[in-house]
């Protein structure tokens, strides 16, 4: 009896120390691999704040964006949230803030999502299982169409500030 439970406890902390040591590696290689994007959210972010057309809302969203770049906390608040919010978007429909309408804030959160992702892989994949799971009741509830329509309205966005990107770039 006393054998089984010290090999257990002996296993448990093999499991995990190994654990640990594969995670920090993969945090560290994520870390390696993100750091180009991270470097240009910090840029783009930077660019943006120095523009006059953003409004104080606007600005706020982008300095709170580029202060929490780093932080595994955002990752964890949206998991945690994500439910309440799926069931207001399957209750009352889908919806953008209104600052939101401009594809240069799609792109920077775009790249915060990324990085926040970079600092957090177990809640960012969480999270990305919640968003699945409610895509798919998207898909049930509203059909093909309706989701054809949101992730049109998205690659719309994405298209025009990528070609404007290939173009300056070409």
Same mark, same amino acid.
């Given at each position: 009896?006393?054998?089984?439970?010290?090999?257990? /406890?002996? @296993?448990?902390?093999?499991?995990?120390? &190994? *654990?640990?040591?594969?995670?920090?590696?993969? #945090?560290?290689? !994520?870390?390696?691999?993100?750091?180009?994007?991270?470097?240009?959210?910090?840029?783009?972010?930077?660019?943006?704040?120095?523009?006059?057309?953003?409004?104080?809302?606007?600005?706020?969203?982008?300095?709170?964006?580029?202060?929490?770049?780093?932080?595994?906390?955002?990752?964890?608040?949206?998991?945690?949230?994500?439910?309440?919010?799926?069931?207001?978007? /399957?209750? @009352?429909?889908?919806?953008?803030?209104? &600052? *939101?309408?401009?594809?240069?804030?799609?792109? #920077?959160?775009? !790249?915060?999502?990324?990085?926040?992702?970079?600092?957090?892989?177990?809640?960012?994949?969480?999270?990305?299982?919640?968003?699945?799971?409610?895509?798919?009741?998207?898909?049930?509830?509203?059909?093909?169409?309706?989701?054809?329509?949101?992730?049109?309205?998205?690659?719309?966005?994405?298209?025009?500030?990528?070609?404007?990107?290939?173009?300056?770039?070409?």
């Amino acid at each position: 009896m006393i054998q089984s439970w010290m090999m257990t /406890i002996i @296993f448990s902390t093999f499991i995990l120390v &190994f *654990y640990v040591g594969v995670y920090g590696f993969v #945090l560290r290689r !994520l870390a390696h691999e993100a750091q180009p994007i991270r470097l240009k959210l910090a840029e783009f972010g930077e660019v943006m704040l120095t523009q006059e057309t953003f409004n104080p809302v606007q600005r706020q969203y982008i300095t709170w964006c580029l202060d929490h770049a780093f932080s595994p906390w955002p990752m964890i608040v949206a998991t945690f949230f994500m439910p309440f919010l799926a069931i207001k978007l /399957i209750v @009352f429909g889908v919806g953008k803030p209104s &600052f *939101y309408d401009d594809s240069r804030l799609t792109r #920077l959160t775009g !790249l915060f999502l990324l990085s926040t992702f970079v600092a957090n892989p177990i809640f960012g994949l969480m999270y990305g299982l919640e968003l699945l799971v409610l895509g798919i009741i998207l898909l049930l509830r509203g059909g093909v169409p309706m989701v054809l329509r949101m992730a049109a309205s998205s690659v719309i966005v994405e298209s025009k500030s990528w070609s404007r990107t290939v173009r300056q770039h070409v």
